[in-house]
């Protein structure tokens, strides 16, 4: 099962990029805009993370405060 949705996984990260290159090469996306894009979505992602990160730390504090 797991070599399975190993491998659909794969196809989908694949199908990603395939559709990724054929909207630069069919229409003459600028490789720049598409790296532009890239950056602010990691960033997005980063923020998005961190949030959560500090959430989670903040109920981890506040559960160990109350047990005391």
């Given at each position: 099962?797991?070599?399975?949705?190993?491998?659909?996984?794969?196809?989908?990260?694949?199908?990603?990029?395939?559709?990724?290159?054929?909207?630069?090469?069919?229409?003459?996306?600028?490789?720049?805009?598409?790296?532009?894009?890239?950056?602010?979505?990691l960033v997005?992602?980063?923020?998005?993370?961190?949030?959560?990160?500090?959430?989670?730390?903040?109920?981890?504090w506040l559960?160990?405060?109350?047990?005391?």
């Amino acid at each position: 099962m797991a070599i399975k949705r190993r491998r659909s996984f794969i196809t989908s990260v694949l199908a990603c990029i395939a559709f990724i290159a054929a909207a630069i090469w069919s229409w003459d996306l600028p490789v720049a805009d598409v790296l532009s894009y890239l950056v602010l979505m990691l960033v997005f992602l980063a923020v998005i993370v961190a949030v959560a990160f500090g959430f989670g730390a903040l109920l981890s504090w506040l559960r160990n405060r109350k047990d005391k």
